[in-house]
Each structure stands twice: as C-alpha cells, then as structure tokens.
C-alpha cells in the first residue's frame, strides 16, 4: 500500500468510516471453476433498485472503494446500468471479472465510465491447464482478448494468479503472458473452503514443498533471503495491531444483501434489505466482536514466533471454527517461508505425535436410559 | 487571465469526503489526491457553468478572509493544477456535457 494510501486508511480507521468495500453482484457464473467456493444458483439476488439503494446509502456512508465482484459480474444484464450508477456516485470502482464477455465495445463503454482497475483471473499461460480449471473451453483465448481490448482503451488490469496444485507449475508462464499484455500481475497460493463450510477443496492447495519453492523464488519475491528470514520477537505494537482491514474500514456484501466483515469471512452482520448499511456499520454487535480483537487476544497466535509477520486471516480462522484462533492455511504459508513451525503447527504436531494406547469410549450395550448408573467409560 | 474561466469536475475522478478533506482520485494513473478546504470548495463548485470569479467571490471570499484579486490568482492557479492532473477541466466557454461524475455526497460523520 502506498504511503498517501495508508494515511488515507488510517485516517478512514479513525474517523469509523467503511472506506471499502466489496460488493458481489450475483454469484451465477459463466465459468465453473474447480476452487470456487460460491454456491452458483441464483437464491434471490437484489434487483437493480435494491442495489442502486444501496449504493447511495454506500455513498452516504463514505464509502470510496468500491469493489463489484461475483461470481460473474457480467452475467446481469443491468451491470452497466449499476455500474454508470456508481460512477454517477464517484465510486473509485475495481472490477473483478474472468472477462470471457468483454469484447472492443465492452470494454470502450468501462473507459468511458472511469473504471479504475479491472482484475482478471488468468490460472495458466496454457489453453489445456487454464481451461480445465475454469470448466470452459476456449476461456483462456477470451480472457486474454478481453484484456486486450481493455489495454487498448488505456484500462488498468491486474492479472490475479490463483495457485493450486493443477497450474503450480505456471507461474512463471502467467507472468510472462501478463508482461506481454502489458498488465499488472498478482499471485495468490491460497485455496478458501466454500462459503457453505465444505473444505472439500481445500485439498487444491499446493503442498508445502512447492511454496518453499515459490517462497525462494528470487523472480517473485525479491531478496529470498529476507523474504523468508526468522520473524522478529513479536513487540508490544505487534500485539496491539489489528489483524486486516476487514471490519475496521473495509466490509463485504453478498448478492443476497448479506453483509459480513469481508469476502472470505462469512461472519453475518446483518442484511441491507432490512437495515440501512451505516446502521449495520455501526452498530451491529458481530461487527463490534470483530473490531475487538488483537494479537493479544489470541490464544494460540500470541505466543508464536511469527506473530509480528504473519499474514493471519481472521476469516480463515473464523471458518476453521474460531475468529480468535490460527488460520492454518497462513500457519503453514509462515512454516514454508521461513522453516519455522508456528505455535498452532506445534500444538498440532504434539497432538498428533501422543500415542493413543489408551482410548475411552462409552460401551453401547449399557449406555440406555435403563442402565443409566452403569454408563461408566471402559478404558480399552 | 482577463478572460472568463469556467471550471467543472472530470467525469473521470472519484472523489468523497473523508472527515474535513476531499479525496479525489485521477482516472489518470489512479493518482491519489487530497484537496484542503479550500480547494474542496472550489472542485465543489465547479458545476461548469458558474465562472471561476464568482466562485471565487461567492464561495472563497466570502469563507476566508483573502482580498478578490490575490484569491481569483490563486484560484487559477489551482484549477490549472487540478486541470494538469486531469481533476478539473477548464474552458472559456461554459462546460455543459459531463455525463458521469455528479457532485459528491457529504457522508453522515459516523460515531465510533
């Protein structure tokens, strides 16, 4: 984040302003993606009106960023009509989109409304890897015209790079592809479980020995050798700290008015089809439970090594079963980087390595009502 | 300058309050800025069809205590600052077609 821009938040922190915020328009999508973790059918997503509403309640509120996501966002058909809305309201609005629908006029008409950046998720520089994630034949080619005709208009757009164990191996070749496009690029190696709790898909992630790779990887991050150093003692401003933005001056809400402290923590605060936005921002009580929380406050996280450089993510951590305990996934990012086990690996480990010669279990035959007094556990 | 100006906002910019200063945001190499109070009276003015004197006159003059001729030097001046970075645009002729970016909303001063 740039200085001007880290001012910006702090002074948006201070002031309790939600400065950011993403909005998913729909969760229905052209593409079928393999680590998708949104239930795509439509439960009933806000109409046009619901949505112009509120965005000038957004504005009102002070939101400034304004993130439209899906889903595919082009699959409604009113999305230019939302979106010259929002710029009407001088949103500085981000697309995220796999942009298989944008072609010369889309893509003159997102100019034309001032569209700040648009983020394309491009998996592989390789039709067959690119196109077996997304499920669609031919979405690498579209992709890519797509951010042609965006380039041409002078539009900024990211590449985002999912990595997963299907396109580890293409990294390189995606940000070669984004270097001659002449687009951004960014690189993400973590898979989220589905918004429904299933973690079914977690086992997409790639494995520990190839993110050391990328970890080292010189191209990527820099200085390895200070990339992936030992982390410093956590200090008392570390413990102080708040752990992201989510909840603090950035929130999240779904297609279904569903409003959550971000994308990837699904923590609901309230719906926007029954209160104002600002009434939820202020005053709901999960959102207040969310602001409370610092380093210190965890349990686990608050004696680890890497407490002053871990990427933890209270969502991730919230959808493993505790917004105050460790998210594994960034445990297992901390142990790749730097070859330290984090506190909770540790715990984990020491768990898993006791012998269980005694185990203590409830023997069925006399667990009834009847034998009630007897329902003693048997050692086995 | 012995010519009216007019000035009005890019339909290009995002922009918003943030507490006392006005944020805006240039389509152009996603430059961020933040105009102080006076110049957040002057952007907000800048319909394109009230010229830059009366604005000064109206809205400056009448807010600090700055003689007319010292904040109308200033004032362009900082509209060509603004114009340079694509924030404002500034014409001779009244400034009618901006289709997008309408004046800003204050936001409710929320309470933490």
Redesign the interface.
């Known amino acids: 984040m ?1 200085s ?2 880290q001012e ?1 938040s702090d ?2 922190l201070r ?3 939600p ?1 950011s915020v993403q909005l998913d328009l729909t969760y229905r999508c052209n593409e079928q993606c393999v680590h998708c973790y949104l239930d795509h059918d439509d439960h009933g997503e806000m109409t046009t009106v619901e949505i112009k509403h509120l965005l ?1 309640e957004m ?6 960023i304004l993130t439209l996501s899906g889903g595919e966002i082009f699959m409604r058909k009113d999305f230019f009509e939302i979106l ?1 809305y929002a ?7 981000k697309l995220k989109t796999n942009a298989v629908l944008i072609r010369e006029a889309q893509a003159a008409r997102l100019r ?3 569209v ?2 648009i983020q394309i998720s491009i998996y592989s520089h390789r039709p067959e890897v690119h196109d077996a994630i997304t499920k669609v034949p031919g979405s690498l080619r579209r992709s890519v015209n797509a951010i042609r005709f965006l380039r041409a208009q002078g539009l ?1 757009v990211v590449v985002a790079n999912v990595l997963m164990t299907e396109n580890m191996q293409d990294y390189h070749g995606v940000r070669a592809l984004a270097d001659e496009i002449d687009a951004k690029y960014t690189l993400d190696p973590t898979i989220t479980p589905k918004m429904d709790g299933d973690r079914s898909i977690l086992d997409l992630n790639a494995g520990e020995s190839a993110l050391r790779r990328l970890f080292r990887d010189e191209a990527f991050v820099g200085n390895a050798d200070k990339f992936c150093a030992p982390p410093p003692v956590p200090d008392e401003d570390s413990m102080k700290a708040l752990p992201c933005s989510a909840g603090h001056t950035a929130c999240y809400v779904s297609p279904y008015g569903e409003f959550y402290p971000c994308v990837q923590f699904p923590l609901s605060c309230g719906n926007v089809r029954q209160q104002r936005f ?1 009434d939820i ?2 005053n709901s009580e999960q959102l207040k439970e969310v602001r409370s929380i610092r380093l210190r406050d965890l349990s686990n996280c608050s004696q680890c090594a890497h407490g002053s450089t871990c990427t933890r993510c209270p969502g991730l951590a919230f959808m493993e079963g505790n917004m105050r305990g460790p998210s594994t996934a960034d445990c297992e990012k901390s142990f790749a980087r730097t070859g330290i086990p984090s506190a909770n690996l540790l715990a984990k480990k020491q768990n898993a390595s006791i012998p269980r010669l005694v185990q203590i279990q409830l023997v069925p035959a006399i667990t009834g009502s009847r034998l009630s007094g007897m329902g003693a556990p048997q050692v086995m | 300058m012995s010519k009216k100006l007019y000035v009005a906002r890019s339909p290009r910019i995002a922009a918003r309050m943030l507490g006392e200063e006005m944020l805006v945001m240039s389509g152009q190499g996603s430059t961020l800025f933040t105009l102080n109070p006076t110049a957040t009276i002057l952007w907000q003015a800048a319909d394109g069809t009230t010229p830059l004197d009366e604005i000064v006159e109206r809205r400056i003059c009448s807010e600090f205590e700055v003689k007319p001729d010292e904040a109308l030097r200033d004032a362009e001046a900082l509209a060509e600052d603004l114009a340079k970075h694509g924030i404002l645009l500034i014409s001779e002729q009244p400034i009618l077609e901006r289709p997008i970016a309408s004046t800003p909303l204050l936001q409710e001063q929320p309470q933490r």
């Open positions: 740039s001007i821009m910006i002074r948006a002031l309790g302003v400065f000038k504005a009102e509120a002070g939101v400034f010259e710029r009407s309201l001088t949103f500085c609005i034309d409304l001032g700040e950046s900024k600002i921002w202020r």
